[in-house]
C-alpha cells in the first residue's frame, strides 16, 4: 500500500461508516382520503401527507404516495404491502401490527355555530337541550361519548353538518378545526362570515405516522422520522410549513368564553 493509500483509505472508510445506507427501494406512504390532511384533489395529497413527506426526505428517504380507504389502508400497513400510514390516531389495538412516531401534529376538536346564536361551551351543562350534528363513525373522545342531555343528530359527512347548521336545523356542529375550516373554504364560501368556532376544545388527539411492523427496518424509520422531525422544529422549518397550510383555510373567529 502506497502512502497516499495509507492516509486516505482509513478516512474514506470512517466516513461511509457514519452515511446512511443507501435506500433499497421507496418507502410507500398510505393514506385515506380525509381532506384536508389527505386529499386526492390537492396537488400535493394533503397536508398531512405532504408534511410527512417533507419529513421522510429530511430523513434521507425516498418515498411514494397512494390514498385508499382507510380498511385497506389499515389492511396494507398490517400485511406489509404498504410501509407507511401517514395520519393515524394512536392505539394499543393498533400497536399490535404499527409502529407509532412521536406525534407530528395535534387534532383539535370543536364545536362551531352560527354567529349569531348565543351559545357558550364551558361545560357540558352549557349544552342541555341542543341539537349537535355529527358524522357517523367519527370519534370526538370520550367526554363526549359520554356526555347527554342534547342530541346527536348523525349525518354523512362534515359539510352536511354544516349545511343543517347554516338553515338551522341544528345549534352545533362538532368537528375537527382544520377540517371544517376546510369544508367552509370549498363548499360555502359566501357564507363563511355566518359561522363561528366555540373556543374550548371538546378534545385533542394527537396525529402519528405509523410504520408497518412487517418491514424489517420500522424501528430505524421511526427513529429516523422522529429525528428528522425536531430538526425541523428546532430550525423552524416546521412552523413554516405549517403557517403555510393554515392561510390555505378561512381562519373563523372564536366566540367570547
Known amino acids: 500500500m502506497n502512502r497516499l493509500a495509507r492516509f486516505v483509505l482509513p478516512g474514506l472508510f470512517g466516513l461511509l461508516s457514519i452515511l446512511p445506507m443507501a435506500q433499497a427501494e421507496p418507502l410507500k406512504l398510505a393514506g ?33 404516495s397512494y390514498i385508499a380507504s382507510w380498511p385497506r389502508t389499515l389492511e396494507g400497513a398490517s400485511i406489509g404491502i404498504v410501509d407507511v400510514i401517514v395520519a393515524a390516531w394512536k392505539t394499543p389495538e393498533r400497536e399490535k401490527a404499527l409502529h407509532f412516531t412521536d406525534p407530528y401534529f395535534v387534532n383539535v376538536i370543536k364545536f362551531v355555530k352560527r354567529r349569531d346564536a348565543p351559545i357558550r361551551f364551558r361545560s357540558f351543562d352549557d349544552l342541555k337541550g341542543l341539537m349537535i350534528a355529527t358524522v357517523a363513525g367519527y370519534a370526538y373522545g370520550d367526554a363526549f361519548a359520554n356526555a347527554d342531555g342534547f342530541v346527536r343528530v348523525p349525518t354523512n359527512h362534515v359539510a352536511q353538518s354544516l349545511m343543517l347548521l347554516e338553515r338551522r336545523k341544528v ?10 375550516r376546510n369544508e367552509l373554504t370549498q363548499f360555502f364560501p359566501r357564507s363563511i362570515r355566518q359561522f363561528e368556532f366555540l373556543p374550548k376544545p371538546v378534545d385533542e388527539r394527537t396525529l402519528h405516522v405509523a410504520i408497518s411492523r412487517e418491514n424489517p427496518d420500522h424501528a430505524k424509520i421511526v427513529a429516523d422520522f422522529n429525528r428528522a422531525l425536531r430538526a425541523m422544529k428546532a430550525d423552524g ?18 366566540a367570547p368564553l
Open 32 to 64: 385515506s382520503a380525509w381532506p384536508p390532511y389527505v386529499d386526492p384533489t390537492r396537488e400535493d395529497k394533503g397536508v398531512a401527507m405532504d408534511l410527512v413527506r417533507h419529513i421522510f426526505q429530511r430523513a434521507g428517504y425516498e418515498t411514494e
Open 171 to 180: 345549534d352545533l356542529a362538532i368537528g375537527d378545526q382544520w377540517v371544517i
Open 237 to 254: 422549518s416546521y412552523d413554516q410549513l405549517i403557517e403555510g397550510y393554515r392561510k390555505q383555510f378561512v381562519d373563523l373567529i372564536e
